[in-house]
């Protein structure tokens, strides 16, 4: 027997779980159920239990079908629309990472050319990192098709092996939307010049290992994600006196860490707890411990060897950026920590960089 939801009728509850036990609908109408039944109290172990959809799953649909409301409205043709509601939620999950109104041109866009989930991860990757960009390349324009072009044309440029190049420039052209991203790509057919492209910078991660590391007290948010609001509103940590005592009012949370340079010389740290794979470059991680991340909202010039949080509008994200971004950056990462563990086989093969 099935426990009913908090704040929903036992015969609502059931009429839900039957409709997914019966995948009655559409995958919209199935996220839509799924949302409902957790906001009423249902944990995704006890749905799955009562109608075989996998925690996994339910987060799939749920999010997709969030990205599928904010193109309704007009967004996008009705014949898109149309077409993403009764399959694609995979390649909509895809477009979380991008705002409402590149979402609705990624989803004309992947409508247009066909693509499967795969592909729409790249693209949505490469509008994502192209809207970021203060100026547009030259030759290339606004186009969801320029901006996956010149990520390809990015790519070809730094590729030596000319068969590797080839296949990139032929997919160059593939997406290119204006006359100056065509020419653009084209030009590599002669230019065999190789741009070797910035290194990305490595995680500044530690690991704390051992008990007389002098703690320093920094304040605490929560849990990623974190909205903006949240992330501006911890107030400035200001130590007084030899022994740094920290004075309080109201609500706030506190953590200690190693007193390590990089956090004692941070003007305005503050700490959050974020699952590791959601890190950035570790979303293919199937480590999924908690890690400690801490940032100086007082660092806010970019540079090209630092991660910086950025403010994406409904909570935030944690990027690195090859060229200045144009959009404002709320502080620089500096320190990622690991809690200390007793056994772990895989440390000696890490290798860690601290920066003193």
């Known amino acids: 027997m099935t426990t009913p939801a908090h704040n929903s009728s036992p015969a609502d509850t059931e009429a839900l779980l039957l409709q997914l036990r019966r995948k009655q609908g559409t995958w919209v109408d199935w996220a839509t159920a799924c949302q409902a039944l957790q906001k009423a109290g249902m944990s995704p172990q006890q749905i799955f239990e009562g109608t075989g959809f996998e ?102 440029r730094q590729t030596s092996d000319l068969q590797a190049r080839s296949r990139l420039i032929a997919q160059g052209l593939r997406f290119a939307h204006s006359i100056g991203a065509r020419e653009a790509i084209e030009k590599l057919l002669t230019d065999f010049a190789v741009v070797k492209a910035k290194p990305i910078p490595r995680l500044p991660l530690f690991r704390i290992e051992t008990d007389t590391d002098v703690p320093c007290v920094v304040p605490m948010i929560g849990q990623w994600p974190i909205s903006a609001a949240d992330f501006q509103s911890v107030p400035k940590m200001e130590p007084e006196g030899a022994f740094g005592v920290v004075q309080s009012s109201g609500e706030q949370a506190w953590v200690p860490v190693p007193g390590w340079q990089v956090v004692l010389t941070a003007q305005d740290a503050i700490a959050f707890l974020m699952p590791f794979n959601a890190l950035p470059n570790q979303s293919g991680s199937t480590v999924s411990e908690a890690v400690l991340v801490i940032v100086d909202r007082q660092q806010q010039t970019w540079d090209d060897s630092s991660y910086f949080v950025v403010d994406e509008g409904s909570q935030l994200t944690m990027s690195w950026f090859d060229t200045e971004p144009s959009v404002s950056l709320l502080g620089r990462l500096i320190v990622i920590v690991r809690p200390k563990k007793v056994l772990d086989e895989s440390y000696t093969q890490e290798l860690w960089q601290i920066d003193e």
Not at 110 to 131: F, P
């Open 55 to 156: 925690p996994i799953q339910q987060n799939q649909i749920v999010v997709a079908g969030q990205v599928y409301q904010s193109i309704t409205g007009g967004a996008v043709s009705d014949s898109v629309l149309k077409h993403f509601t009764t399959r694609g939620s995979d390649s909509l999950y895809e477009l979380r990472i991008l705002s409402k109104d590149d979402r609705a041109k990624a989803v004309q866009f992947i409508y247009d050319q066909g693509l499967d989930s795969e592909q729409v991860r790249d693209v949505a990757k490469a509008l994502k990192e192209y809207g970021y960009r203060s100026d547009l390349p030259p030759g290339f324009t606004n186009h969801p098709g320029d901006a996956v072009a010149f990520s390809y044309w990015s790519l070809a």
